[in-house]
C-alpha cells in the first residue's frame, strides 16, 4: 500500500497549505492512507472537533497529538467519541481519555495500526515509551493483525528517535518523529524493513519560530521573561511530510521518500 | 566567497569519509574555506591534537567543538596553541582555555569570523548565547571587520536554534546547528541575508543511533542502566554539511544547499 | 547586626501568618533588618505592588523574588520605582528591569547588600550564577562598602547551592536559598564565616504540595495532564526563615538558627 | 513498632559514622527496624556487596539505592542473591535485576514493605513512579499483609516528593525522600497517618558539596567543566535520619522525628 504522513500543522496557515495540496497528493502518488500530526492545528495549542472534522472531511484517515494534546479542553470528550483521533499511548493507563493506538481500514480494505507514542528526554514524564512500543507491537503484530504499522514518534532527542526507529526495525512500517517542526533529511529504509525519517517537519510557516511569530519567542530568548503570548506566523506554510510504499504482504518499506511543498523550503515531491 | 560547513566528525569512519570526499568537493565547488565540527572525532569523544592536524592538512580551515570539547584532557592545552581550534564562545570568560571566535583568513585572503557558540536548552549550563553572540557580531562586524561570519551553534533545541538564525538574521553569513547528528532538510537563506540550516547532521555511520554501535544505546533505552560503553559505529559515513555562497561586499548568502555524500542517507551536492 | 530572612510567602495564608508573627519576632530578637522572599505573594503567582507596601508597612526591609517574578505584569513597572524589590541579578543586563542587588540601609543605619539569584541548575536559563555574584561581592566587598550581605539563592539543586555556599564562603553573612518551599535542617556557619541554610522553607500551609491544594497537584502527577489550576492553600502557615547574628565589623556570622512558627511544622524560636 | 530511615551513606566517612552511631540508637530508641540508603556507599558511587554485608551485620535490616544503583557492576548480580538489597521499583520490568519491593521480617516478628522508588521530575526516565507505587500498595495492602510500609522516594524536586507523600497519605507507615543529601525540617504525621520527611537527608560529611570534597564541585560550577573526579570528603559525617513509631494494628504513624548525630549539623535526637 502507499501512504503519507504530515507533521505537526501549526495553525490556519498550515491547515490551509494542507487544504491547498493534499487532494492533489492524494491523488498523484495514489496514497491509500494518510495520517496528520494536528496537536498545534488550534492557532499553535491542540486541536478542536470542527478542525478534526474539516480535516476527515479533506481524505485524512487518522490523526495523532502530542504535547499539546489537551491543550483545547474540548479535546478531553471529543476524543472519546472519535476513534480515528490518537493521543499518545505513553499516558498513564486508566486515567487518560482517548486511545494510543488503534487499528484503522484504509481506503483499500488494508488494516493499519496508527500509533502515537511521546518521547521521554527533555519532555514531561509519560511511561516509558520503549515499553509502550512493545506492548502495542505484540498486540496487533505486522502481517498478522496489522497489514501496516505507521508509529509517530513525538520527541525532542535525536538518539531516542535514532533509538525507537532501530527498537521498531522489521516491525513497524514507519517510524516518523513530529514535535521539532523541522523536518529532517534522513529519510531511509532501516535494514530490517521499516521506513523512518527522524522528524517530518511541520506543516506551518519557517519564516518564524517554529511555527510561532518570530517577535515573542525573539524576546524570550533575549529579555527570559515570558511576558507574551505565542501567536502562529501567518506566512505561506511549507506542507511537510513522508511518503512510503511497503509490500501488501510484509507491511515492510519498499520506498520511503520526503515532502515538502509550498513555503520557505525546497520543495520534494516523490515521482508517481 | 564559497564556503562549506560540515557537522560533527563521529569516529573514525566519519574522518575516513570526510578524507575521501573533501578534496574533490574542494575543488569541484571552488571552496574558499572549510570549516568542520570535530566535537566527537576522536572515537566519539572529543578530538586530538593528531586528528585536528590530520584536518588541517586535508585542507579543513577552522575547527569548532562542542558539549564534548574536553573529553580528550590534551585538547585544555593544544587549544591554546592553535588558533583555528575553537570551543563554544559562552564558555565561562577567563576561566576557559582557547577561544570561541576567532577571525580567519581564509584562501582567496577573505578574513572570515568563525564562532562556535552552545545553546541552553536541554544542554549544560553556560553564559546566555545570545548576549554572548551579540557581543561577538559587534566585536567584528560583517562588511567591515569580517568578510564572512560563520556560526557553528551547538544545540539541541529546533527552536532555539531557529531563533538564533532569526537573531543574527542580516550579520552573518551563515548560522548553522550541530550536536543532533541529523541533517535537516530546511537549508535557505532567511530574509535578511543570512543561510541558514537548522542542523548540518554529522559526518558519520547512519546506521547507528547519533554515530554511535546502536547494541548500547538500545540497551540503555531499554534497561535505562549505563552498564556498557558508547562506541562509535564503523558502518561508511555520510559526510553531512552545507554550502554557502556569499556576496564579497556584504558577507550575506547568495546560495545555501545541503551536502549529502556516501552511507546510508540520500546524496545531495550542489552544482558547480 | 542581627537579621533574619523568610522564605517564599505563598499566597493569602503565608502573608497572614508572617503578618500575624513578624512584629513579635522583630522585637523578641531584637531584628536590625528583615528581608523575605515574595515571589509567590499574589495567590502564589508573583507579587503586587499593595502586596509590597503592606510587607514594607510591616517593617520587611527588602523583598526578593526568583522564577515567578514577573507573573503580574505590574511589577514590569513597579520594580523600578521600588529599589527595595529585587529580582534574581542573572537575568540578562540591560533588557531587564529592576535591579539583582541593592544596598540597603539598616535601622541601626548599617549598610546591607542583598542580592537575589537564580540557579542554573533544572531552572530556566540565566546568566551563570557564579560569575554573576562574583561581579556582585567585588562591587560591594563585605568589611568595606557593605556591612553585611545577604544572599538569596533561588535555585532547585542542592548541590548547587552548596557550591554556593561555599563559594562565598568568608565573603557574605548568609547564603540562603529559596525555591523548594521546603525548610532544610542544615543551618549552620560554614568555615568561612559565612551563615548557610540550603533552603529557607515557604511562608506558606504545608498541608498541601508546596504551598499549593492537593487536588490539581495530584491529579497532574497521576493524570499527566494539565487541565486544572493550582491555588494556595489555605490552612494555617508556617512562617519558615534564618536568624543570623553578624560581627559588625566583618559581616561574618555569629549565630545562624532556624525560624519556623506556626501551621504544620514543629516550632523552632531561636533564644533572645 | 518502631524503626529507622537513614538516607544516602556517602563514602567511609558516612559508614563510619553510621557504625559508631547505629548500636546505640537501636538500643536507644528501641527499634524493631532499620532501612539504609546505601547508593553512594562505595565511596560515593554505589555499593559492593562487602559493604552491604557490613551494613546488616551492623543490624541494618534493609538497603534501598537510587541513580547510582549500578555504579558498581558486581551489583548486577549481588541484588539477586540479597533479598534485602533494593533497587528503584520503576526500573523497566523483565529487564531489571533485583527487586524494587520486598516484605521483610523485623526482628519483633512484623512484615514490613520496604519499598525503593525514584522520581521523574530532573531525574533519569523511568517507569511513573506513581503508578508504580499504587500496583506496590495494592499487591501489598498495610494492616493486612504488611504491618508497617516504609518508602523510600528518591527525587529531586520537592513537588513530587510532597505529591507522593499525600498520594500514599493513609496507605503507607513512612514515606521519606533520598537524593538531595540534605535533611529537611518537616518531619510530621501528614492528615491519613502517614509519616513524612521530604529529604533523610545523608549521612555523609557537610562540610563539602553534597558529600564530595569541595574542590571538584567548585571547579566544575566555576568552569563549566568535567576534567577531574569526585571524591567524598573525609570530615566527620553526620548521621541523619527518621524515627518512627507505629500503631501495630494499622501501620500508621503514632510518631515521627528526625534524628541528626555528629558533624556539621545541629544534633538531634529522639526522646526514648
Ligand atoms: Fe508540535
Ligand atoms: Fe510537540
Ligand atoms: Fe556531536
Ligand atoms: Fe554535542
Ligand atoms: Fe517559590
Ligand atoms: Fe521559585
Ligand atoms: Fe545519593
Ligand atoms: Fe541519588
Redesign the interface.
Known sequence: MRFAFFGDIVGKTGRRALEAHLPDLRQRLALDFVVVNAENAAAGFGVTEKICEGLFDLGVDALTLGNHA?DQ?ET?TYIDREPRLLRPAN???G??PGKGANLIEAANGSRVLVVNLMG???M?????P??TIERELAAAPMGQVADAIIIDFHA?????K???G??CDGRASLVVGTH?????????I??GGTAYQ??A?MCGD?????GMD?EE??RR???????GRFEPATGEATVCGVFVETDDATGLALRCE?I?IGG???G?IPQS
Open positions: 489537551w479542553r478531553l499516558f498513564p493507563a486515567s487518560t521521554a528526554l527533555f514531561e514524564t509519560l511511561d516509558d520503549f515499553s525532542e532527542a535525536t538518539s531516542e535514532m533509538g525507537m532501530v527498537f521539532t517542526h523541522v523536518p529532517t533529511a534522513d529519510a531511509r532501516l535494514p527522524t522528524d517537519g519557517y519564516d518564524s519560530v517554529i518570530k519567542p525573539l530568548f533575549t529579555t527570559r521573561m515570558r511576558t520526503p515538502r520557505q523550503l525546497s520534494q
